[in-house]
C-alpha cells in the first residue's frame, strides 16, 4: 500500500529547513504493529532541474510516535533544505513494518524563491485519508484553513520552517 499527495505551501529556495513527517499511524492501526526500519528515503526532482536532488535531505530519518494515532514507532521523520527555486521534488519514505511489510508513503513539495527576510515562516499539516473531506491543510502566517479533499489515509506530512 502506498500514498501519495501534495505538501502545502512550497519551501523557500536555500532559506528554509523543513522537517516532513510520513505518518503511518492509520495504516499500523490494525494490530501491533510498528515500523522497525527505513528502508529508503527519496528525494527526486520531477519538475524543474536539479542534478543533486537526492542530497536535500539534513541529517538522518527518525523513527517517531504518529501525530495521527499516538502509536508508538508510527512515523518517519525527515529534514529537507537547501532546495533549488523552480522545481518540484517527490519525496518518499519506505518503511519496514514489524510484520515484514514495506509501506511507501510519498507526497510533492514545490520549491520557489525566498522573498526576504519578512517571508512568513509556514507550519502546515495535512492529513492524507481514504475517507472523504478527512485531511485538512493550514498554514502559520495565513488565516485560512482549506480542505484537502478525498485522499488516501494513513500520511500526516508536516512542514515545520
Not at 89 to 112: F, M
Not at 133 to 155: I, Q, Y
Request: proline share 4%; hydrophobic share 40%.
Amino acid at each position: 500500500m502506498s500514498g501519495s499527495m501534495t505538501l502545502t505551501p512550497p519551501i523557500d529556495a536555500s532559506v528554509e529547513v523543513e522537517t516532513i513527517c510520513f505518518d503511518y499511524g492509520l495504516l499500523l492501526q490494525d494490530g501491533p504493529l510498528t515500523i522497525t526500519s527505513v528502508l529508503s528515503m527519496t528525494c527526486t526532482a520531477i519538475a524543474g532541474i536539479d542534478a543533486d536532488a537526492a542530497t536535500r535531505f539534513v541529517g538522518g530519518s527518525v523513527i517517531s510516535s504518529s501525530r495521527e494515532t499516538g502509536a508508538n514507532s508510527g512515523s518517519v521523520l525527515q529534514q529537507v533544505g537547501n532546495m533549488v527555486a523552480g522545481v518540484t521534488y517527490v519525496l518518499r519514505c519506505v518503511a519496514g513494518i514489524s510484520d515484514g511489510q514495506r509501506l511507501s508513503l510519498a507526497g510533492t513539495l514545490s520549491c520557489v524563491q525566498a522573498i526576504g527576510a519578512d517571508a512568513p515562516i509556514y507550519t502546515t499539516i495535512v492529513a492524507v485519508g481514504y475517507a472523504p473531506g478527512v485531511g485538512t491543510a493550514s498554514a502559520t502566517g495565513h488565516s485560512s484553513t482549506a480542505p484537502v479533499g478525498d485522499v488516501p489515509m494513513g500520511l500526516l506530512l508536516s512542514l515545520m520552517g
